[in-house]
C-alpha cells in the first residue's frame, strides 16, 4: 500500500553508495502505462460474484450488508480497489480488498492518539515513531504530538522495515534511486538504504515497499520540514502479511 518528503542534497555516503536505497515500486499493481481507465473497467468488468468478504466490504463502504452482490456493491468495490492499487480491480471483496479495509480502519481507530499504547519512546524530544501493525507513522515531540498520524506503506515480505531505534542520517530532497531505477522526492535516510520518501500511487497499495517507509507527498515534504539530520526514528510492530 503511496506519496511524499524532501531536502538540499549532499555527497551520498558510503552506506548508501554500497547498498543502495530501498524503494518500493512507484506505480500501483495493476496500473500501467497504458492501463484501462476507471471508467472503462467500470463498464465492462465488474463481477457478478459475491466474494467471502462481502459483508465486510459492505460495512465498510456503507452500503446495504446482506452478502449479495449487486452491480452498485461491485461498482462501490471496484472503486475501492481502483482508488487504493488493488489488482484486479473487478470488484470481487477478497482477501487483499479485505486486508486493506481492515488496516484503513485500524489507522481510523488510531485518532488523535496513536501512542497511546506507549510503544514509541517519549524521552528522545523530536522522534519520528513508524508502527508497522498499523501502518502509520507521527511525529512527536516528548509526549506532545506534532504531526499525523499518517499512513504510510513499509516493506513488503522479503524486504521488511528494519525494526529498532535509528537516526536520520542523510537527506535528499530530490533522491534518484539508482537500484530502482525510480525517484524517490523527500528522502530521509535512517537505516541503510531505508528511508522516508514520497510514492506516486497509493501507500495501501499491495504488497509494499523493498524496505522505505513510503509516504504521500504532502505527508512526505512536511516530515521534511519537521525533521533533521540526527532526529530519532523508532520502527516497531509487523506490516501485516510479513
Known amino acids: 500500500m ?3 518528503l524532501g531536502l538540499a542534497g549532499m555527497a551520498v555516503p558510503l552506506a548508501v553508495a554500497v547498498a ?3 524503494q518500493a515500486q512507484a506505480r500501483p499493481l495493476g496500473r500501467s502505462a497504458g492501463a484501462v481507465t476507471p471508467v472503462s473497467m467500470a463498464a465492462s468488468s465488474c ?5 467471502p468478504y462481502q459483508r465486510q466490504a459492505e460495512r465498510f463502504l456503507g452500503r446495504p450488508v446482506d452478502g449479495r452482490q449487486s ?7 471496484q472503486k475501492f480497489q481502483i482508488d487504493h492499487g488493488i489488482s484486479p480491480t473487478i470488484g470481487y471483496a477478497g482477501p487483499i480488498t479485505s486486508g486493506v479495509m481492515s488496516l484503513i480502519s485500524a489507522q481510523k481507530a488510531a485518532g488523535h492518539n496513536p501512542n497511546a499504547a506507549k510503544k514509541c519512546p517519549t524521552n528522545k524530544g523530536r522522534i519520528a515513531c513508524v508502527d508497522l501493525t ?4 507521527w511525529v512527536q515531540d516528548g509526549s506532545r504530538l506534532v504531526y499525523g498520524p499518517v499512513p504510510v506503506r513499509s516493506g513488503r515480505d522479503g524486504f521488511e522495515t528494519r525494526t529498532g531505534l535509528k537516526r536520520v542520517y542523510w537527506r535528499n530532497i530530490n ?5 530502482y531505477k525510480v525517484a524517490m522526492p523527500y528522502s530521509q535516510f535512517f537505516d541503510g538504504g531505508q528511508a522516508f520518501h514520497s510514492i506516486e500511487g497509493s501507500v495501501w497499495s499491495p504488497p509494499g515497499s523493498h524496505g522505505c517507509v513510503n509516504m504521500r507527498k504532502g ?3 512536511k516530515y521534511w520540514s519537521l525533521l533533521k539530520n540526527g532526529d530519532d526514528v523508532y520502527v516497531y510492530g509487523r506490516k501485516p502479511g510479513t
Open 2 to 4: 503511496g506519496v511524499a
Open 20 to 22: 543502495g536505497p530501498a
Open 134 to 137: 498499523r501502518q502509520l507513522s
Open 71 to 77: 452491480r452498485a456493491d461491485c461498482l462501490a468495490i
Open 175 to 179: 533522491h534518484w534511486s539508482t537500484l
Open 219 to 221: 505527508d512526505a515534504k
Open 47 to 51: 463481477t457478478t460474484t459475491a466474494g
